[in-house]
């Protein structure tokens, strides 16, 4: 299960930082990753973390504002989201990647749970 929690409300220029309890799957070894959903939009890989080596990568939207950490002792995804923008609004969601393939996000998620909302108002 996958659940992430920390949404909510916020001017432009700021920040937030989202969590995502994990259980039931060998969190240590498992690509972890965060996409979001716009109204109208398509789905969007925002950040994922490999489970090998660590390397992290970024959606070009979100780079340099955005930080995806894990802690493997808490089984608890981060992301660390400043410099907020209105576009950045939407419904974020935790994913299990079962592969992270040529450095995109968009792709390769095999569990998520349910989002939360994040709101930037301009």
């Known amino acids: 299960q996958l659940q992430a929690s920390g949404g909510g409300l916020v001017q432009a220029g700021g920040s937030l930082r989202l969590s995502c309890a994990a259980s039931?799957?060998?969190?240590?070894?498992?690509?972890l990753g965060w996409f979001r959903q716009a109204p109208g939009k398509e789905r969007e890989g925002v950040s994922c973390i490999s489970s090998v080596d660590g390397s992290t990568y970024y959606a070009d939207s979100v780079k340099g504002r955005f930080t995806i950490s894990r802690d493997n002792a808490k089984n608890t995804l981060y992301l660390q989201m400043n410099s907020l923008k209105p576009e950045d609004t939407a419904v974020y969601y935790c994913a299990r990647y079962y592969a992270i393939v040529a450095g995109t996000c968009d792709y390769g998620m095999d569990s998520w749970g349910k989002g939360t909302l994040v709101t930037v108002s301009s």
């Open positions: 039931g799957f060998s969190f240590d070894y498992s690509g």
